[in-house]
Nanobody, 121 residues
C-alpha cells in the first residue's frame, strides 16, 4: 500500500510564505497526476493546484499567481510553494496523486494525511 507523506505546514503571518512537500512511500512505477487540495472548517474540499506527468499545471483562481506546484522527479516529490499568503488561505492542505504502484496495476488515487496551514492577520 502507498502512503503520501506531507510536510511543511505551519503558522505564518499575512504576506508570508510556506512550502508544502509530498512524497509517496516506496517507489511507485509512475505518478500520472499530482495535486494539492484544501479544506476549511464548514467548507468542502477544493482543488488548489494540479500537475500532470507531462508538466501541465492547473490552479484555482484564488491562488493563481501566488502559489506554484512543482516536482522533483529524482526524489519522487512534489511541492506547493505558497507566497503572499492571506488569512483566507487558512485550511488543512492535502496532497493527492493518481499513481501506479507497479506497471501491471491500474492507476489508483491516493490522499495524504493533511497538514494545517494557518495565516494570521
Amino acid at each position: 500500500q502507498v502512503q503520501l507523506v506531507e510536510s511543511g505546514g505551519g503558522l505564518v503571518q499575512t504576506g508570508g510564505s510556506l512550502r508544502l512537500s509530498c512524497k509517496p512511500s516506496g517507489t511507485p512505477f509512475r505518478i500520472n497526476l499530482m495535486g494539492w487540495y484544501r479544506q476549511s472548517p464548514g467548507k468542502e474540499r477544493e482543488l488548489v493546484a494540479t500537475l500532470t506527468s507531462g508538466g501541465t499545471t492547473n490552479y484555482a483562481d484564488s491562488v493563481r499567481g501566488r502559489f506554484t506546484i512543482s516536482r522533483d522527479n529524482a526524489n519522487n516529490t512534489w511541492y506547493l510553494q505558497m507566497n503572499s499568503l492571506k488569512p483566507e488561505d487558512t485550511a488543512v492542505y492535502y496532497c493527492n496523486a493518481d499513481l501506479q504502484r507497479r506497471a501491471y496495476l491500474r492507476a489508483t488515487n491516493y490522499w495524504g494525511q493533511g497538514t494545517q496551514v494557518t495565516v494570521s492577520s
